[in-house]
């Protein structure tokens, strides 16, 4: 490494090391003399013995809003299977689930030595095994990537409407227009057919398109820089649980009767949303409930004096020139690649690889996503560790979590082509690639917030408009390779492209990811007093170039 590089580490560990504390005058430097000064006076305790504070209320409401988001958005991939009529498909595109035995029956009997032998059913079938709906698989695959044409299109509106108005409201919108789509899409769909569901979905795409964004422009405003992975990971961990509920419940609810699995997750969305508008508010400032302690803490980290809602211009230009911005779209196409693939085809490799019915097709599809879950917690609090320690740069921290969340689930992906009719084993790596990818939530997850605070909305904006090509293009390709061939070598290929994107993904990232906060990431325009402010106290240490002697001396 060489001294300049080293330098730059430095510096960024002592920046982020850097505590703000106004209270009587005093400027804290150090988390640990940040701490000591307040274990005295009246401000000391009520930002951590209070509980709960108001960042934690924020915490767990948005951990229970992408709870919401997932159980509406993986909810179909489960009740299609129970939407879809089997022995139209089966009739339609021959009776090759996991196997070449194709041609017609003679009393002449010809083995293909190339042939695969057809795994034997583990589980009994369901008692109803044919839906209402004759869609073919490539209906199916129009279905399931219907969602993200709608998705992609709001993005980065999604980005600047938070930046300019606040996440709250845009946040609620995305919701609850969802919640009311969804309990509207059993009776569009019976009247409707194909047509109907897909619309449907292409409108619930552009309602949950603002929220990742609009969310991200909140956790700028609520979460100090030592907490933004514990924070960023808790909250987009809500999607992981949202999972593991959806596809069990939907597949109990799918056996009574599949309408049913839109009524009570739209229901559950809108009582979310009553309780999101009076529990949450945009900024520390709005809050009209929150400890002023609290409030001062969490201004004073930051470094810097937040922009009022509307004041911020984006920097477009300097967005589409920088580097690290372009590494954490990359990998964010790559981890969505991976993990909308399996998210959205997983229930279909259950019911047609491995046989499981739709009963345990749903409750298995739920567990890779229940140690998702786990993982990215414990990945938020080790990233914030690794910084507060000062173990590792944050540069150093974003890369090696990146790093270890995709080449794990690269490897796992690989050995699941080969396995043949080993169900345990299938789906302990299944369930083990799809785990290891929730690290990489504490890497490029989180460092849209430290590339640029003030637009962390926007650029979320961005590289999940990106990062949502995978959403309808991968369904696509998994159609291209098993339509007319659900077969364990057809799946083999899905599996290896998978695989391939995820090291790509790591390599881009690894030379070009950065966790330093960017030049042009100071709020324009702002008053001359407070963007000095900003200059001196919150960026230096983040910056490129060399800084200032009284800051190395700190």
Request: glycine share 10%.
């Amino acid at each position: 490494m060489s001294s300049q590089q080293q330098q730059h580490d430095d510096d960024e560990l002592h920046h982020d090391h850097m505590h703000l504390d106004y209270h009587g005058g005093h400027v804290h430097r150090s988390t640990k003399r940040l701490q000591r000064a307040m274990s005295i006076g009246p401000v000391v305790e009520e930002p951590y013995i209070k509980f709960p504070s108001c960042r934690v209320v924020l915490m767990l409401m948005a951990f229970f809003a992408f709870l919401n988001i997932y159980c509406l958005r993986v909810n179909l991939s489960v009740a299609l299977v129970a939407m879809v009529n089997s022995t139209y498909i089966r009739e339609l595109e021959g009776d090759h689930h996991d196997g070449d035995h194709h041609g017609n029956a003679t009393n002449e009997t010809y083995v293909d030595p190339d042939a695969e032998i057809p795994c034997p059913d583990i589980v009994k079938k369901a008692a109803v095994d044919s839906g209402m709906f004759n869609w073919d698989t490539n209906k199916q695959g129009i279905i399931l990537a219907a969602f993200f044409y709608g998705y992609i299109t709001t993005q980065i509106l999604g980005g600047v409407l938070a930046q300019r108005y606040g996440g709250k409201r845009l946040l609620l919108f995305g919701i609850g227009w969802t919640a009311v789509l969804t309990i509207l899409t059993p009776v569009l769909t019976i009247y409707g057919d194909f047509p109907a569901l897909v619309a449907t979905r292409v409108l619930e795409g552009i309602g949950e398109g603002v929220t990742y964004p609009s969310m991200h422009a909140m956790l700028s405003k609520w979460a100090p820089p030592l907490e933004r992975s514990k924070m960023v990971t808790s909250v987009y961990a809500g999607a992981q649980i949202g999972t593991v509920l959806a596809m069990p419940i939907s597949g109990l609810l799918s056996d009574y009767a599949w309408e049913s699995v839109f009524y009570v997750f739209g229901a559950l969305g809108l009582v979310w949303s009553v309780m999101w508008i009076f529990l949450t508010y945009d900024t520390p400032d709005s809050h009209p409930r929150i400890d002023p302690v609290e409030r001062d803490y969490i201004q004073a980290s930051q470094g810097l004096l937040l922009a009022k809602k509307g004041s911020l211009r984006t920097p477009w230009l300097s967005i589409a020139k920088s580097l690290p911005v372009y590494a954490t779209a990359v990998a964010h196409f790559c981890n969505n690649w991976g993990y909308y693939t399996l998210l959205t085809c997983l229930p279909a490799y259950l019911k047609y690889i491995l046989k499981f019915d739709i009963k345990s097709n749903g409750a298995l599809s739920g567990v890779p996503y229940l140690v998702m879950w786990m993982a990215m917690i414990a990945g938020g609090l080790g990233a914030d560790h690794l910084r507060t320690k000062r173990i590792l740069s944050t540069t150093g921290v974003r890369k090696l979590f990146t790093a270890v969340g995709f080449l794990g689930p690269a490897a796992c992906l690989v050995g699941t082509g080969y396995i043949e009719c080993d169900a345990a084993a299938a789906v302990a790596l299944i369930v083990i690639a799809v785990g290891l990818s929730g690290l990489s939530m504490a890497g490029w997850g989180v460092n849209h917030l430290d590339l640029a605070p003030p637009y962390a909305g926007t650029l979320m904006g961005i590289t999940n408009m990106i990062a949502t090509i995978p959403g309808f293009l991968g369904p696509s390709i998994v159609g291209v390779f098993t339509y007319k061939n659900q077969t364990r070598k057809a799946w083999r290929n899905v599996f290896f492209v998978s695989a391939a994107v995820y090291v790509f993904g790591t390599v881009f990232y690894c030379i070009f990811g950065s966790g330093r906060k960017q030049d042009w990431a100071a709020p324009v325009p702002a008053p001359a007093a407070a963007a000095a402010a900003a200059d001196k106290e919150g960026g230096r240490g983040d910056r490129d170039e060399k800084p200032a002697a009284q800051d190395t001396k700190l």
